[in-house]
């Protein structure tokens, strides 16, 4: 590549500010749309690199998230040493395999049982967990947008529970067994041919299920079950006037309208007075799934690189680096990934420009040695530092947060070595 088309692919800045940047940036590695990212890869020229750039962050408390059709449902509740107490529950709907079901002659239930595929869970499986099975009052559809926050008790006002469960969860088993109460399985099997004439109608009979756990203080888990499983399903036992040993198979699958629901409490949690804290003065920044914790994150100073003409941005990278001392870690374990969006000027979240270009360029996963994620947030960072775009902010996530309960303790800005912002340069 010759010294001309370098020059027509990197934008000018100018190089008196380059001690200014020094103290004021905490700086990012990424591959922009300029520079390296448009070289081979055996011409790349090794550029400078800032990593003391100013950045703000700080922990705050997520409002609530769409947890509707999700493709796990989570249950439990749990105690955690740092983060305070957290609960999932969840409500779904059951429907009939298929239209014109029919029981027989005055059917009579043997017994109703719900089966629960297991998929995964996050905390202590040895605990006990305990959890009721309400029926649900009114309605839920699937093509409506329901959040984790939903208010669950316009759903269930005579407090309609058709099962307890006390259990220790295996979740190498196949599935969680359920049993439901003798007047509820005979309630679903006195359903009149009308009812059972096809979902429409079955959807108006029996609107669905409520999971709730009860409460539990100890450091238990959160549990996620697969509804889309083939192994999950709601089968009743019964006979009739013709035959015994009879069994019919109600189906959850993706027809059904299903919502996870969420809810924390800090109150008594060593990092409340960190949440919301704007004044970004915590060294330690919280990051929590199930619409708990994430963070924001500003750089306040990033458009002194267009006051100043100084340099030729080639990439930006965020670094994050983990709390590996947290002495919780070893059963709450660190996710495997985290999301990074940003704010618009109305508040809600968009993707970076630079999420579009790929996950392998844009990062975001933990290291092999569970030490640190980074982002390539070159697009942003240059977007910024030409006044292209207003710096709004940006959030942090754990990734998959409406499916999974994991939590995260990162260093932020003020730790020796925590969060910083490396951007690469080359002089003119």
Not at 155 to 171: E, F, G
Not at 215 to 240: D, E, G, R
Request: net charge neutral; with cysteine; aromatic share 14%.
């Amino acid at each position: 590549m010759t010294a001309l088309s370098k020059k027509n692919i990197l934008k000018n800045f100018n190089i008196p500010i380059l001690f200014a940047l020094i103290s004021l940036f905490a700086c990012q590695k990424d591959p922009s749309d300029i520079g390296l990212s448009l070289q081979n890869e055996n011409e790349i020229i090794n550029g400078n690199i800032i990593d003391t750039v100013s950045l703000k962050a700080f922990t705050i408390k997520e409002d609530s998230l769409s947890s509707d059709e999700r493709t796990y449902s989570l249950l439990g509740s749990f105690l955690d040493p740092i983060f305070g107490y957290s609960e999932a529950s969840f409500i779904t709907q059951m429907r009939l395999p298929s239209s014109n079901a029919s029981f027989g002659t005055n059917p009579v239930a043997d017994s109703m049982v719900i089966y629960l595929d297991y998929r995964s869970y996050y905390g202590d499986t040895t605990i006990s967990q305990t959890f009721d099975v309400y029926e649900i009052e009114k309605s839920i559809y699937l093509d409506s947008t329901y959040y984790s926050n939903l208010n669950i008790q316009t759903y269930i006002p005579s407090q309609k529970i058709i099962a307890t469960k006390t259990y220790y969860p295996r979740p190498n088993d196949s599935c969680l067994a359920i049993r439901l109460s003798d007047a509820f399985a005979q309630q679903i099997v006195a359903a009149t041919s009308t009812q059972l004439q096809n979902n429409d109608n079955f959807l108006t009979f029996f609107k669905g299920f409520l999971f709730k756990p009860h409460p539990n203080y100890n450091q238990a888990a959160i549990i996620y079950f697969n509804l889309l499983s083939t192994k999950s399903k709601v089968t009743l036992y019964y006979h009739n006037n013709t035959a015994n040993n009879l069994k019919f198979d109600f189906v959850f699958n993706s027809n059904c309208a299903r919502i996870n629901l969420f809810n924390h409490d800090y109150s008594s949690s060593t990092i409340q007075t960190s949440i919301n804290d704007s004044t970004g003065n915590d060294s330690l920044l919280y990051l929590q799934a199930m619409s708990g914790l994430n963070v924001k994150i500003k750089f306040p100073y990033i458009s002194n690189f267009y006051q100043q003409p100084l340099l030729a941005l080639v990439k930006a990278e965020l670094i994050i680096p983990i709390k590996t001392d947290d002495a919780t870690s070893s059963l709450f374990k660190v996710p495997q990934k985290l999301l990074l969006v940003m704010y618009n000027s109305s508040g809600t979240y968009a993707f970076l420009p630079d999420y579009s270009v790929g996950s392998s360029y844009f990062g975001g996963n933990v290291n092999s040695a569970y030490t640190e994620y980074r982002f390539n947030i070159s697009r942003y960072i240059q977007q910024i530092a030409y006044k292209q775009r207003e710096d709004y902010g940006i959030a942090l996530f754990v990734a998959d947060n409406r499916i999974s309960a994991n939590r995260l303790i990162v260093k932020g800005p003020k730790c020796s070595n925590g969060m910083r912002l490396s951007i690469t340069y080359l002089k003119p």
